[in-house]
Each structure stands twice: as structure tokens, then as C-alpha cells.
């Protein structure tokens, strides 16, 4: 079992930089691939970014490819996610999920979810 809690949301203007933290439970954090979702008021669930962690695989959804960096902590058991040049169409709850997807960039797979936490971004 793994417990995911989020936290480093809030309210930024366009153009600024957020970055999210993603606590992880357990001793088996480095052996698990981690996502970054978002969701937009009625909007479905999208990736964001996932981290394979072993071979340092990284993915990254087109519209924030350049703006948006995951990493990760392993001696921490932290995932987190660098967001740069924030755009309005950035606004939404982002979610930290964990897991061995097949696909990394598909939700299924991700076995663990965090409880979300809102990014805002005004003009």
C-alpha cells in the first residue's frame, strides 16, 4: 500500500512557475513509476508527466514539454513536479498517482492516487 499526499498548490498569474510535491509512504517508492495527472473542470483526467524511476524514463504531455519538469527523491520518497511559464490553460487539479503501468501516459496502471490539489493560474 502506498499513501500519496500533494501539496504545493495554489493561486499563480500567467507566466509564473508553481512547483508540487508528492509525499510517498512506503520503502518501495523508488521501484514504482510516477505520474503527474491534471483535471480541468469538465474536463477528463490527463498526463501531465510520469517518471519511470529505473532507467530514468521521463514523459511529458506535448502542452508542457519545455515548461514543466518531473523529478524525483528516492531518499526522500518525493515526486515532484517543476511548473515554469504557467498558462491559464494550466488551471486544475493535479494529482499524484503511482504504479507500473504498461503505458506510463495512460491512468491505467497507476494502482495509487494522491487526493489532488488545485493549481490556479489567472491573467
Known amino acids: 500500500q502506498v499513501r500519496l499526499v500533494e501539496s504545493g498548490g495554489g493561486l499563480v498569474q500567467a507566466g509564473g512557475s508553481l512547483r508540487l510535491s508528492c509525499a510517498a509512504s512506503?520503502?518501495?517508492?523508488?521501484?514504482?513509476?510516477m505520474g503527474w495527472f491534471r483535471q480541468a473542470p469538465g474536463k477528463e483526467r490527463e498526463i501531465v508527466a510520469a517518471?519511470?524511476?529505473?532507467?530514468?524514463?521521463?514523459a511529458y504531455a506535448d502542452s508542457v514539454k519545455g515548461r514543466f519538469t518531473i523529478s524525483r527523491d528516492n531518499a526522500k520518497n518525493t515526486l515532484y513536479l517543476q511548473m515554469n511559464s504557467l498558462k491559464l490553460e494550466d488551471t486544475a487539479v493535479y494529482y499524484c498517482?503511482?504504479?507500473?503501468?504498461?503505458?506510463?501516459?495512460?491512468?491505467?496502471?497507476?494502482?495509487?492516487w494522491g487526493q489532488g490539489t488545485q493549481v490556479t493560474v489567472s491573467s
Open positions: 498517482a503511482a504504479g507500473r503501468p504498461s503505458i506510463i501516459r495512460t491512468m491505467e496502471g497507476y494502482d495509487y
Open positions: 512506503g520503502r518501495t517508492f523508488s521501484t514504482y513509476t
Open positions: 517518471d519511470t524511476g529505473i532507467g530514468k524514463t521521463t
